[in-house]
């Protein structure tokens, strides 16, 4: 076959994740994989619980999504290897949408121009129909650096809401969260 007569490639449709998160990427599910927790009991920081929901457009729950999330320990600093804080976990949703994250309080971090960050806990998104993970931001109302936080002040402020985690008990440490996918009130999600 000539050079010339070939068909030029082309671009095939994507195809939307399957729904498979609970079997192959939560290791709840697969014992040996990993941990489903960010800290350990002896990991340094206030222990907390944050308590959340994915609602797609019609505010209906989303059973299958995911939820993967990395922060930084109680003192703001990453990761470095140590069993009693991993920083990375992934959370399956029940069928109301529901899931529950049990970790330590981030400490502020400063990111690689010197600017310093709100206590937070980065998000990652996947679900039946979501072809790229989506991104945001888990930030907690009650801390007042949110208001000098480079990523929050970027975002509209009648938007921000959206990010922000709220003490849903002032005796324990929990908080509650919704990652709306779609709506009026979408959460915002962020540029990866």
Partial sequence: MAESSRKPPTITPSQTVGPFFS???TPVDREGVGSVGLAQPNAAGQR???KGYVLDGQRAPVPDALIEVWQADGQGHYARGTSSFTGFARF???DQGRFTIDTVKPGSVIDVDGRR???HIAAGVFGKGINRRLYTRIYFADERSNDDDPVL???P????ATM????SDADVARYD???RLQGADETVFLDP
């Avoid at 922000?164 to 003490?167: G, K, L, M, T």
């Fill in 157 to 160: 402020a009648e938007r921000r």
């Fill in 117 to 119: 960050h709100a206590p």
């Fill in 164 to 167: 922000i985690a709220r003490r």
């Fill in 23 to 25: 079997f192959c990427l």
């Fill in 48 to 50: 907390i619980a944050i």
């Fill in 92 to 94: 399956a949703c029940d």
């Fill in 177 to 179: 969260f919704a990652i």
């Fill in 153 to 155: 002040l970027s975002v």
